[in-house]
């Protein structure tokens, strides 16, 4: 067997084990060192390649389409830097959960260390933000090694999914030539089984007797609080609204929860906690007596001074699987369970813990009526950040995916997002709040097929502008809502926005480009609205078009700064005079 067959037989094997184990999608960036990959997957009939030219972009847009499908996504790039420019991704999928599989070509070993170009050191580089790293064996067709090679690609995908979903990376060193002969007979070779699975993972439960017992511990502390985080799961939502009700206790939902909007009761949804939770003695009025957590950490950061405020509090936190999700510091409880059981099974015995304090719970819903009052008819004509959200919100397709990007976005649709029935999955990249790839991010998203709306300020639109190109060369269905205040916003939130000798330039960081010049270059549409009116009827033209629409807003930062702060004044202010006095 020559090289060539030897590298074909190789290769064929590890790309029809992947399909086998459940990979459709792969995303390659052009190279020469990967052209055995790359042309491997393009010719696979069952695994879609999509083709991005920028890697660090093209990790994002697996990101994101990994995100939005719940399954893996394949990765390939060639040598050196290429695949470095992955690391912004990897991270971003390990911190925030999302089964990535990156293959990055190599030089051979013979290459290595001596000068060759295109050479890095890629054995682990991407060090403990991947579940696993294996480097592969040089190609061979003969049988030990196509055993080898599959079952290495199965694995791949499994350890992708297992316990709590993340990236893992594989190494492939490739001599020359780099070309397969895809004219050999049995080209895709035979799978080791249909498929080669090596884990089946159960639904994880407690015993019946762990679930008395919590239901007794928490029995004679009727204060309690519900919190859900972000969390992809979207039929969590059913559970937590009938856990909810049974005991009695209000729901914290973030915005990236899933449970803020859908068909479930929202009865004890309580959406305006970001806005009245930053006032220290509301805070003390609303004191509990424990904290049940379901997901990630919340993005309020109101919601942290709530926890900051009560380290005696007992806290719960429940987990599929390990992992260590509480920045605070707080005494925590993991629960390692999965949450759907552990509501039904909480729900069975929750006779003997529903709260009898109904005063507790309508308290939280006195005062989240005010504030959701005051977010509700805060419009008065002007185009507000606020505003904008709220505008997206009401006309924003049902079943549609909303991809919010981090600093102010996420802020204001925690904020400006209330319950409501329409059916909406929300995705962000908050598991390193990065602004890169939140553009690719979205575009990825939207290549599953789902009508997808990107929310994001001019800052993220511009350090991932390239992530457009996907969307051209795809024609993907998306609409982008910029929310252009020339340049870091939420900077002036914080305390660095009282130094104004160095705030513009080290913070404020204004762009005064025009992003319309930009939207032509990628044939797009682009609308820019100066009216709430004008911005709803954007939005609504922009999914009646076909490809990439742009719809830009134009605020100012002062203004939105103070228009914010005046908001939560207002909604304090009512609180504590008719409720916490």
């Known amino acids: 067997m020559n090289h060539v067959e030897n590298l074909t037989r190789y290769i064929t094997n590890f790309v029809d084990e992947l399909s086998k184990s459940g990979l459709t999608d792969v995303v390659i960036s052009p190279g020469s060192r990967s052209t055995p990959l790359a042309m491997t997957f393009a010719e696979h009939p069952d695994i879609k390649e999509w083709i991005v030219l920028d890697e660090r972009s093209a990790a994002f847009f697996g990101l994101g389409l990994a995100k939005q499908t719940k399954r893996p996504v394949a990765l390939v790039c060639s040598s050196g830097t290429a695949a470095a420019n992955y690391f912004p991704a990897i991270v971003e999928a390990h911190q925030s959960r999302v089964p990535l599989i990156a293959l990055t070509a190599d030089r051979p070993h013979e290459l290595r260390d001596v000068g060759a170009p295109q050479a890095i050191d890629q ?10 790293f294996h480097e592969m064996a040089l190609p061979d067709g003969s049988p030990n090694l196509v055993h080898y090679v599959r079952t290495r690609a199965a694995r791949a995908v499994n350890e992708s999914l297992s316990g709590n979903s993340g990236p893992v990376h594989l190494n492939f060193p490739f001599r020359e030539p780099l070309i397969p002969d895809f004219t050999l007979e049995n080209l895709w070779g035979e799978p080791i089984r ?51 009700e049974s005991l009695g206790l209000p729901v914290l939902a973030d915005p990236l ?22 006032n220290e003695k509301i805070r003390k009025a609303l004191k509990p007596d424990y904290i049940l957590r379901f997901g990630a950490m919340p993005v309020s950061k109101a919601y942290l001074f709530y926890l900051k405020d009560n380290p005696d509090v007992n806290q719960y936190v429940v987990e599929h699987h390990e992992g260590y999700r509480e920045p605070v510091g707080n005494p925590t409880e993991f629960i390692l369970t999965d949450p759907i059981s552990f509501c039904t099974d909480l729900v069975e015995v929750g006779s003997i813990i529903k709260s009898d304090e109904s ?15 005051h977010i509700e008819n805060i419009s008065d004509g002007a185009l507000t950040e606020g505003e904008a959200v709220k505008q997206l919100v009401e006309v924003i397709p049902e079943h549609s995916s909303l991809f919010v990007g981090n600093s102010m976005a996420i802020r204001d649709v925690d904020t400006f997002l209330l319950t409501g029935k329409k059916k909406l999955t929300l995705l962000a990249n908050r598991g390193a709040n990065g602004i890169d790839g939140i ?40 609409t982008i809502l910029v929310v252009n205040n020339n340049g870091g916003g939420i900077f002036s939130f914080l305390p660095q926005a009282s130094n104004e000798k160095h705030f513009e330039a080290l913070f404020g960081t204004p762009l005064n480009i025009e992003f319309k010049k930009a939207i032509d270059m990628y044939g797009g549409f682009y609308h820019h609205p100066t009216t709430a009116a004008e911005l709803k009827e954007a939005l609504m033209t922009s999914y009646r078009e076909e490809g990439l629409s742009v719809v830009e807003v134009k605020t100012d930062r002062t203004e939105n700064l103070h228009w914010h702060r005046k908001l939560w004044n207002e909604i304090e202010e009512e609180i504590i005079k008719s409720v916490v006095k």
């Open 123 to 132: 054995i682990k580089l991407y060090g403990d933000y991947v579940k696993s």
């Open 439 to 478: 553009v690719s991010s979205g575009a990825g998203a939207a290549a599953s097929g789902q009508s997808v709306t990107l929310l994001l300020g001019d800052l993220s639109f511009y350090h991932d502008m390239n992530g457009l190109l996907a969307v051209k060369h795809y024609n993907l269905n998306m």
């Open 359 to 373: 005063e507790w719970l309508n308290q939280w819903k006195t005062i989240n009526n005010i504030a959701t009052t």
């Open 194 to 244: 249909e498929p080669f699975t090596l884990l089946h993972e159960g639904i994880k439960k407690l015993p019946d007797g762990f679930i008395k017992y919590f239901a007794e511990k928490i029995s004679t502390s009727k204060k309690g609080v519900i919190v859900c985080g972000p969390q992809v799961d979207e039929e969590i939502a059913e559970a937590i609204a009938i856990l909810a």
């Open 257 to 278: 929860s899933q449970v803020r909007t859908g068909t479930h009761s929202t009865s004890n949804i309580i959406d305006g906690y970001d806005a009245f939770l930053r």
